[in-house]
């Protein structure tokens, strides 16, 4: 077994990026070098091997997760990336839906720092100039006066009030209109036609369960009381991508590189080398992009699956949009793990005080028990929906619960799902990703909290914490 070293004297980063494949494991070779292989690489790649491989290639999934310190980073790969022969890689790239989100506010926060803009200007004259030029609207006519209010950081801080959008009619048009870009100003015309640009908000607090109060413009809208609505809504990201465009002075939202503007140097973006902004065309129309694999039929029913069979639907060849600005990023396991440690961990990306903004969570919450800051949101027992630790886990065992807390954000897609973050108390950058969308694991029911559980326990089995009797993950058929 490995024998970790004291982690708080070390500062130990772990990137997980494991995509479940053989061989067990990908040297990770690119801009920022290639790193022998360690032994706790060895170690974490062997057990999730043993106990995860059978799974995966069962499934004809892919699972990828990564590890990174100060001089070791991995990739660990088992399953597929195609469904079917292909091995996966440590390269490989997945579209990862609201990852995106974390991007476009470091974007933003550059913005911040730089002194063009501040967290308490109003967000309509920021955004309605070049709202006006480019669609000949403005965000009074689409929401009403009451959006007037709006700051920049109630839409950092998922705070605005606005309603969602229909993510029925999206998941519709993405399988059936598969050609079909849905760009921001297309989100904007559909809220509109389909009445969901009324003001709305979720009324709740940690201490109790968040009640809907839907289109009640009153409730919550403005900086004043913002800690008391959250609710979890991408067009909040939308908007800021289009403020983002007008205040850098772009002609047109394809013109913004979400990449580079988060990014501080050329150095720095070509790090990155595999993560990319997806803005038009099929997703089989960018290199190392993977298939992936939506549900449609029980146990989740989803809109605009009438004319399918029931089982799994190949996205690969449909637009890979997802969302501008919160949604339409790919990357790999391996990027989403150094970005977390980039921002959070080495704080590289901005500076501390804004950092601290960032992570200022709370006393609002949004999606059950996950408190969110600006961009991201700080989950407890390893979690992103109250479920401990994506599985089972004894919360009360000794010493664990610092060990059960990450800050980050979730990515999913319609056909992946995705975990990365940065964990506080080893210093650790890490993600997980799933090339296949719920329904589609029937060993694991309808969702993947079981794999997150099997790798966390997994992860601090190899590190000797002692904590191998404190998980009770679903244990599936070989």
């Not at 790193?35 to 106990?51: E, I, K, T, W, Y």
């Not at 991007?103 to 955004?127: M, Q």
């Not at 939202?253 to 990449?259: A, N, S």
């Not at 694991?444 to 993950?473: I, K, P, Q």
Request: glycine residues 10%.
């Amino acid at each position: 077994m490995y024998t970790a070293p004291t982690h708080n004297s070390r500062g130990l980063v772990v990137v997980v990026a494991v995509a479940l494949c053989l061989p067990l494991s990908d040297a990770v070779v690119s801009s920022r070098g290639s790193v022998p292989q360690s032994a706790l690489h060895s170690a974490f790649a062997a057990a999730l091997n043993r106990d995860l491989s059978t799974f995966a290639n069962r499934n004809s999934l892919g699972i990828w997760v990564a590890i990174v310190n100060g001089s070791e980073r991995f990739v660990v790969s088992l399953g597929t990336s195609d469904g079917g022969a292909t091995s996966a890689g440590g390269h490989d790239i997945l579209p990862v839906g609201s990852y995106a989100k974390p991007w476009t506010a470091v974007a933003v926060l550059r913005l911040v720092e730089r002194g063009v803009i501040s967290l308490n200007d109003l967000a309509e004259p920021l955004i309605d100039p070049f709202l006006k030029r480019i669609n000949g609207t403005t965000l009074r006519e689409l929401y009403g006066p009451n959006i007037a209010v709006l700051t920049v950081h109630d839409l950092l801080h998922m705070t605005s009030g606005l309603a969602r959008y229909g993510d029925d009619w999206v998941h519709d048009y993405t399988l059936n209109d598969p050609h079909w870009d849905i760009g921001p100003l297309d989100y904007l015309a559909l809220l509109k036609q389909n009445n969901e640009t009324t003001v709305s908000c979720v009324c709740g607090s940690l201490s109790s369960s968040p009640a809907k109060c839907i289109r009640s413009p009153s409730c919550c809208i403005g900086a004043q009381q913002h800690q008391h609505c959250p609710d979890y809504n991408s067009i909040n990201f939308l908007l800021l991508g289009l403020l983002y465009a007008g205040q850098t002075g772009a002609s047109s939202w394809e013109e913004v590189d979400l990449k580079a503007a988060a990014l501080k140097s050329p150095e720095k973006v070509a790090e990155y080398s595999d993560t990319e902004f997806y803005i038009r065309g099929e997703c089989s129309s960018y290199p190392r992009t993977v298939h992936y694999y939506d549900w449609c039929g029980p146990p989740k029913q989803q809109s605009g699956c009438e004319n399918y069979p029931i089982g799994p639907v190949d996205m690969f060849n449909r637009s890979c949009m997802n969302g501008w600005a919160f949604g339409n990023i790919g990357t790999s396991a391996l990027d989403a793990a150094f970005f977390f440690f980039d921002l959070l961990g080495r704080r590289v990306l901005l500076n501390e005080t804004t950092v601290a903004a960032m992570r200022t969570f709370g006393p609002g919450v949004v999606m059950d028990s996950v408190p969110y800051g600006l961009g991201i949101w700080k989950t407890f027992q390893l979690s992103i929906d109250g479920t401990p630790a994506e599985g089972i886990v004894n919360t009360s065992f000794p010493n664990i619960s610092e060990y059960l807390v990450y800050e980050g954000h979730a990515g999913d897609d319609y056909g992946t799902i995705s975990r990365q973050g940065w964990h506080a108390k080893l210093n650790l950058g890490f993600s997980i990703m799933v090339n296949r969308q719920f329904g589609t694991f029937p060993d694991m029911g309808t969702n993947t909290h079981g794999l997150y559980c099997h790798v966390w326990r997994l992860l601090f089995e190899v590190m000797d914490f002692g904590f191998d009797d404190a998980f009770s993950c679903p244990q599936w058929p070989n």
